[in-house]
């Protein structure tokens, strides 16, 4: 399965030079005028995600008899009585899932590895994104701006066409997917932020439908056993890239979402609690 997208380091490039070979395009390649990209835009602006957790943590919060917040994963919903549900406001993200059509007319998405540095999942794969700003218009900004920040992604050039439901990290931050349309590939030219991402490739959304480059482990966290799913995927360089957790989760979502398909496998997820006080340290580990 080749990749239209070289993948691109930090090791290799300085922070203000910029790619010049990111994408590999055939000269009939058409992004911009591309009717299945078009067809795919107008079909998931009539997607509707489930309703988002402001509404649901307003509703729990006035309802005296049970005192639950949902804690949205984007998974089936779970809930647990707390002390104050009034202060569970967990900080608000957003991950860019930008899909673009590759040379052979498959759907593409663009991933990153995160820098070794990092506090927090260092070296992981990831989408695009981060931390909502008080400047952030919306959900889509935030992503937006996020994905020019690490991969230097013009937001000019992506079109965004709706959102998923929310998941909920085990950290309680709130992170939306936004699905964006990259219209014009050859325009791209990434510039890295070596602070925040080691490499940047892409991979097809629907490798997260099937079964061939899934493996799965059983993992057992706060009492309950459940499989979580592993994605391997090489690259054109023979580089092999674990593609797991939260990562994984929203990409096998967005792909149900694109293809009006479910999984060819049964999603195993956890059975996530909330804690009983809540507060801005809390975590689920």
């Given at each position: 399965m080749n990749s239209i997208l070289r993948t691109v380091t930090t090791s290799l490039i300085p922070r203000t030079v910029s790619v010049s070979k990111f994408m590999d395009s055939s000269s009939n390649a058409t992004i911009g005028g591309s009717q299945r990209l078009l067809a795919l835009a107008q079909h998931l602006r009539l997607y509707k995600p489930p309703p988002f957790p402001e509404?649901?943590?307003?509703?729990?919060?006035?309802?005296?008899?049970?005192?639950?917040?949902?804690?949205?994963?984007?998974?089936?919903?779970?809930?647990?009585?707390?002390?104050?549900?009034?202060?569970?406001?967990?900080?608000?993200?957003?991950?860019?899932?930008?899909?673009?059509?590759?040379?052979?007319?498959?759907?593409?998405?663009?991933?990153?590895?995160?820098?070794?540095?990092?506090?927090?999942?260092?070296?992981?794969?990831?989408?695009?994104?981060?931390?909502?700003?008080?400047?952030?218009?919306?959900?889509?900004?935030?992503?937006?701006?996020?994905?020019?920040?690490?991969?230097?992604?013009?937001?000019?050039?992506?079109?965004?066409?709706?959102?998923?439901?929310?998941?909920?990290?085990?950290?309680?931050?709130?992170?939306?997917?936004?699905?964006?349309?990259?219209?014009?590939?050859?325009?791209?030219?990434?510039?890295?932020n070596p602070a925040e991402v080691e490499s940047v490739f892409d991979a097809p959304l629907e490798m997260f439908l099937k079964d061939e480059n899934r493996s799965q482990e059983e993992r057992e966290w706060m009492g309950e056993k459940y499989l979580i799913h592993f994605f391997d995927y090489d690259d054109i360089e023979h580089k092999k890239y674990l593609i797991w957790g939260l990562t994984a989760g929203i990409l096998i979502r967005a792909a149900s979402v694109v293809y009006q398909r479910p999984p060819a496998f049964i999603e195993q997820n956890p059975k996530f609690k909330l804690p009983q006080v809540v507060s801005k340290d809390s975590s689920m580990t």
């Open positions: 509404d649901i943590f307003e509703q729990s919060i006035e309802d005296s008899a049970s005192s639950k917040v949902v804690s949205q994963l984007g998974f089936p919903e779970s809930a647990t009585t707390i002390q104050h549900p009034e202060k569970f406001k967990p900080k608000k993200a957003a991950v860019l899932i930008c899909l673009f059509e590759g040379d052979h007319g498959d759907l593409r998405v663009i991933l990153t590895k995160r820098s070794y540095e990092l506090s927090s999942h260092s070296g992981e794969v990831s989408l695009p994104g981060g931390k909502a700003d008080e400047g952030d218009k919306d959900d889509a900004d935030t992503a937006k701006r996020e994905a020019n920040e690490e991969i230097g992604l013009d937001p000019e050039l992506v079109n965004v066409v709706t959102v998923l439901e929310p998941f909920l990290s085990k950290h309680l931050l709130r992170v939306v997917p936004v699905i964006g349309i990259l219209h014009d590939k050859k325009a791209f030219r990434p510039v890295l």
